[in-house]
């Protein structure tokens, strides 16, 4: 190889198999926009330290004794795990001191958190919702969890600040997952693509893995609980047994982050539809739904909650449910084609 060779063999390295951290990323996306001010990068180093110390945490679970459940419940009525409440305090310590957060909204917590300005001209511009740790009682039997977030813009208009966090899906600005598998991957979307990002252990810090992740199209898979299949509405039903003539496979882990990852993957369509026990559906709006669907619909795919797209939901409550259609394309539309 001549010594030029050799330089354009580095030349390319550095282009096209470079090093990002979440943070270079960030930084290089504000650097296109003349106008940001960096406070969004301050946001997302409090959901990354958040993450990598939750993530800590899941690995030395049996170790360190957390698994299992407290002795409280969350608004929900469901048993907390110890580690639900653990990664529910991470979150709060790493977002609540950054100086960009102006509300938190927490699935475990009743109420969203305020938190106050402390001097004349201190601007606070995000809402932050999330699900700390989703999926939780999969911990006890070392399966895969997650944590997810939804940000907001604080709504200044209105006079009381908890209905800043009351605003549809497409008013979010970004939304993303963090997977505590066997490798911690941490998904996101700024309106710009998705992009997919995978802890390194040994140096502590989120590297990019996929700059624009796309769901495939055409995957004959679904990822649903089929034990509840006979309370589902009747159209779910049908195209269920659908697609038991149609050569397809099935997936369910029981945590929503898994799940979902699984189909940004590989494609396909995960659901949570209407039962008798959560007429609703199961899964809640402004930190499950709504995020996981922003996600799906920069990748490429679409998300609806029966026959409305799930991101124009006008929400009336932080912890309403609803039900969840979401995947690749032309599987979304095959299950829509079966509800009309
Ligand atoms: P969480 O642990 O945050 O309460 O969420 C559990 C959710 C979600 O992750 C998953 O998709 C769903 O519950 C599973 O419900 P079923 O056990 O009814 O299938
Ligand atoms: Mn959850
Ligand atoms: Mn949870």
Not at 42 to 53: C, G, T
Not at 175 to 187: E, F, I
Not at 220 to 235: C, D, I, R, T, W
Not at 329 to 340: A, H, I, Y
Request: charged share 20%.
């Amino acid at each position: 190889m001549t010594l030029e060779e050799a330089l354009q063999d580095e030349v390319r390295l550095t282009r096209d198999q470079n090093l990002t951290s979440i943070q270079s990323y960030l930084l290089a996306e504000e650097a296109k926009h003349p106008q940001a001010t960096g406070s969004f990068t301050w946001l997302l180093s409090a959901i990354s330290l958040s993450a990598k110390f939750i993530a800590a945490r899941c690995r030395r679970a049996r170790i360190e004794a957390v698994l299992g459940a407290t002795e409280g419940e969350n608004v929900h009525a469901e048993r907390q795990q110890k580690l639900d409440v653990i990664a529910n305090e991470t979150l709060l310590r790493c977002l609540g001191s950054r100086p960009v957060v102006s509300i938190i909204a927490s699935e475990e917590n009743e109420e969203p958190l305020i938190l106050r300005q402390s001097e004349p001209g201190d601007i606070r511009p995000y809402v932050v919702l999330f699900d700390p740790l989703d999926g939780s009682s999969n911990l006890d039997v070392c399966g895969g969890v997650g944590t997810i977030f939804s940000v907001l813009h604080h709504d200044r208009r209105s006079d009381a600040p908890e209905n800043s966090v009351l605003q549809p899906g497409t008013h979010q600005v970004a939304a993303g997952y963090v997977l505590y598998g066997p490798s911690t991957v941490l998904v996101m979307t700024t309106g710009n693509g998705v992009q997919m990002f995978v802890l390194d252990p040994s140096i502590g810090s989120f590297l990019l893995v996929d700059p624009q992740v796309r769901i495939p199209d055409g995957t004959k898979s679904y990822s649903l609980n089929e034990a509840y299949v006979n309370s589902f509405p009747e159209g779910y039903q049908r195209y269920l047994e659908w697609t038991k003539n149609n050569g397809y496979s099935q997936r369910y882990v029981g945590t929503m982050v898994a799940d979902v990852h699984r189909v940004l993957m590989k494609g396909g369509v995960f659901l949570y539809p209407p039962t008798d026990k959560a007429p609703q559906g199961k899964l809640r709006l402004m930190y499950e739904a709504n995020p996981m669907s922003f996600l799906m619909e920069q990748a490429g795919g679409k998300a609806y909650s029966g026959t409305q797209r799930t991101l124009e939901i006008e929400p009336e409550k932080i912890h309403e449910r609803t039900s969840v259609i979401m995947g690749s394309p032309s599987e979304v539309d095959r299950v829509l084609s079966f509800l009309q």
